[in-house]
C-alpha cells in the first residue's frame, strides 16, 4: 500500500520548508510522497521552492488557484493511491513513521472503505484524516467542495461516523504553530447550512452501506443505517457552539470577496435542493428557510405610515 499526501500553501513559503522537512523526516514507507499544492499566482511561493530543493519524494504541482481549499486539496485524487491524506504548512506530523502507522490502520478495513484518524483537533474532528481510495471515489474527493473553509472535516467526519469505518492511529503534528483559520467568513451561516444538509449526508452515508462492495455482515448494516439520529445531533451541538461562539464572530472577515461570494452563491442556490429534495418535514424546511434566506417581508405587521 502506499499513502499519497496532499499539502495546500499560499504566500508561506519558508513556513512551509520547515513543515516539508520536519514531516518527510519521520517517514518509514519509501513508497509514501507528498504533493505541495500551489497557486499559479502564488510567485513568492513558487520562486522559493524552485530556488530551495525539495525534499526527495515531494513534488510540486502549480495549478489556477480554486474557489475553496477542499478543491485544492482534492488535486490529489488525480493520482493513484491506496490512501491519500490532506495537509496544512502550518502543522507537520511529528510521530516517527507516521505514515506506516496510517497504512496500516487503514489495513483494517476489510473493503477497503474507511477513514484512518490521528488524534483529535477539537470535538468536530481529527487532527489528522487520511481516507482509504474507495472512500474518496465514493465522496467523490477527500472533501466536498462546498465550504470556504473548516466545515470539510466535519462534514468528512459524519459521514465517517454514520458508516462506522474510522480507524485510529498514533499519530499527532504540532499544532503548537498552527495559525488561525484563514478566509473565515460568517461561521453561523455556514453552519447553519451544514446543519440544513444532513439529509444529504445521510443518503451519501447510507448509499455506502448499501453497497454491494461494502463488507459488513447484515446485522451490523441494519445497526449502522438506524443508528444516524445520535451522529446528527452531536454535529448540531457541534454547530451550535460555533454560532454561540463571540470570538469566531468577532475574526470573521468581510464578505467583500469574489471567490467568497462564489462559493457562497453555490450554496445558496443548493438550498432549495437540501431542504425539498430529501425528504426534510415542511416545518423543519421553513425554519431553515428562514434562518438561511431571511425573508425582506415581515407578514401581519402594521405600517407605521402611508
Known sequence: MNLLISLATRGRPQQVIDTLRKSVINWAVPTTRMVVQVDE???PTISYLVAHPLPNRVSMNVKPREDTIAAKWNRICAEPADVYMSAADDDPYITPGYDAKILEAALRFPD???IVY???ANASFTGIGAPTAKLVEKMGGIFP???PYWFVDHWVDDVARIIGRISFADVRTDQSRAGPTQEMREPGWWATWFDAAYLMRRKQAHDIIRGKDFKTPSWLKDILLRHHPMIEFRSRWVNENVRRDERLRQASLPQADARYQRVKDNAIAMISHLL???????QEATMFRNALIPPTVVPNLQRAFG
Open 276 to 282: 425539498d429534495d430529501y425528504g426534510m418535514t415542511p
Open 118 to 120: 490521528g488524534h483529535m
Open 112 to 114: 477497503g472503505i474507511g
Open 145 to 147: 467542495p462546498l465550504f
Open 41 to 43: 499566482d502564488d510567485e
